[in-house]
């Protein structure tokens, strides 16, 4: 093919890809280029290996005498010394926060970033602003610079950008707001392992998961900043849980001081059934069992005094140490991929009836057993996990929206404020407590003003 790079056709013909330059006489310049840049981030070989793998189980567990439950800190139990190091650690300009925001709103009727998906239930505010809000919060209270770390994918990088610029980063300093694109995986044909087109000269590329982010954070030379920078942990949660307490003193001081490498939060299960990725020890180590690979008995063993045996549940919300990160994103230490056999739409096959594809993913705790030294902590599941996943139905907008207002009560009646309730129990008028306000129950304590009465929809700001 005229233009075409010699060394490039060679390569291609090597694994026996060439069919990637079907109409290449009919592209354009820019184009071609395009076509030619993605074929040089492809890790041809890697995806060779990877083909061959492609009927291996998607996960063995090991036999059940390897498996333990993981022990467990109570959150209420972190002492006001332990907090004392997390302030110190915030105000020294320690810890960064990563947000990782690359999904799409599609299961929402949307596609615009979720994180613009509005769930205030006072105010509208969306996802994006309660997150950032945090983060000025959090730099508002300790005097502290804290960047912001937000990970968008090829789909959603352009809006999210744009989103945060049309609302002046929400207070926040641009300079300390980063984004990042998570990296991409191309898709293979599960019969022949040929790469998948879109269209001539466009290979079909999707998010490389959740993963992903750990390694797109230091490929793009953000960690490299961030160590220079005097950033010892990088706080990790995910946009579509708005409770979540980014980067609290009590966490992020317990973590130093049992001088963790990978930390987790846990809530715990409530329901055998219940879909979360299980926090266990497998092989003395931590890792987590996804709960679709947790095994029915063991999903509902249970201790003499009752409780699921197995019942850390994860809501994705971990604190890593910076050396940590380096380790686990370079050289041999750099995490897996895993196998998945997907429907793709493509040139070859615009409406597959079955599974066509191979689609490979990073997951971000395959980082978990790669530490050394770990630590869970239990946090109720009312005050830091509500995740919009649904339209309609349990982790919809609507159940995210009773949570802040539920978690929102609480705080004022602790307060001392009056909130009134339906016979049901249930809080008549909506209430919103914006981050800026109060970052926690005792903020808000300390703030509202004697004799407060909720008697409409309120948001305290």
Same mark, same amino acid.
């Given at each position: &093919? ?9 390569? !291609?013909? *090597? ?37 061959? $793998? ?7 567990? /090991?036999? @059940? ?6 022990? #467990? ?33 599609? @299961? ?36 502290? $610079?804290?960047?912001?770390?937000? &990970? ?32 991409? &995986? ?23 998961? *959740? ?30 849980? %708005? !409770? =979540? ?8 001081? @317990? *973590? ?10 846990? #809530?715990?299960?409530?329901? /055998?059934?219940?879909?979360?990725? &299980? ?25 003499? +005094? ?21 380790? #686990?994103?370079?050289?041999?230490? @750099? ?56 339209? +309609? ?41 914006? %981050? +800026? ?14 004799? =407060? ?9």
């Amino acid at each position: &093919m005229k233009s075409v790079p010699p060394d490039v056709l060679h390569h !291609l013909k *090597h694994h026996r890809q060439e069919h990637v330059l079907f109409g290449w006489d009919v592209l354009s310049e820019c184009e071609r280029a395009q076509l030619i840049g993605d074929i040089a981030g492809i890790d041809l070989g890697e995806l060779d290996t990877l083909y061959r $793998r492609r009927n291996e189980p998607h996960a063995v567990l /090991p036999p @059940r005498d390897r498996i333990a439950p993981l022990a #467990v800190e109570a959150w209420s139990e972190i002492s006001s010394a332990t907090i004392s190091i997390g302030e110190a650690a915030i105000r020294a300009g320690e810890v960064a926060v990563l947000l990782v925001a690359g999904g799409q709103g599609s @299961r929402l009727g949307s596609d615009k970033p979720k994180g613009i998906y509005p769930v205030g239930p006072v105010s509208g505010a969306s996802l994006f602003q309660i997150h950032a809000e945090k983060v000025l919060a959090l730099r508002r209270n300790y005097a502290a $610079r804290v960047p912001f770390l937000v &990970m968008t994918s090829h789909a959603t990088h352009a809006d999210t950008e744009a989103y945060f610029e049309a609302n002046d980063y929400f207070g926040l300093p641009q300079i300390d707001v980063h984004f990042f694109q998570q990296g991409t &995986m191309p898709a293979l044909d599960l019969q022949t392992g040929k790469l998948l087109l879109e269209k001539p000269g466009q290979l079909f590329l999707s998010p490389n998961g *959740h993963g992903g982010s750990l390694t797109a954070l230091a490929d793009s030379g953000i960690l490299a900043k961030l160590k220079d920078t005097g950033v010892r942990h990088v706080f990790y949660f995910q946009v579509d849980n %708005p !409770l =979540t307490r980014i980067a609290d003193p009590a966490f992020v001081g @317990r *973590h130093i001081e049992v001088e963790s490498e990978a930390s987790s939060k846990v #809530v715990f299960k409530e329901q /055998p059934e219940e879909k979360v990725g &299980m926090l266990s020890q497998i092989d003395g180590r931590c890792g987590i069992i996804e709960y679709s690979d947790l095994p029915a008995e063991m999903a509902n063993e249970r201790t003499a +005094t009752g409780e699921l045996m197995f019942r850390a549940g994860s809501p994705a919300i971990h604190l890593f140490s910076v050396p940590f990160l380096e380790k #686990v994103t370079s050289g041999s230490t @750099r995490l897996a991929y895993h196998l998945a056999q997907k429907k793709v739409p493509c040139l070859s096959e615009r409406a597959p009836k079955s599974e066509n594809a191979l689609k490979f993913e990073m997951f971000v705790f395959d980082a978990l057993p790669l530490a050394d030294r770990w630590l869970a902590v239990s946090v109720e599941r009312t005050d830091e996990f509500a995740p919009l996943k649904n339209a +309609t139905g349990p982790d919809s907008a609507q159940t995210v929206r009773q949570l802040l207002i539920a978690r929102g009560s609480k705080w004022l009646e602790t307060a001392g404020v009056a909130v009134p309730r339906t016979a049901h129990g249930e809080p008549i008028y909506p209430v919103e407590i914006r %981050p +800026t306000f109060a970052l926690d129950e005792a903020e808000c304590q300390r703030k509202i003003p004697p004799g =407060t009465t909720i008697t409409a929809p309120t948001l305290f700001e």
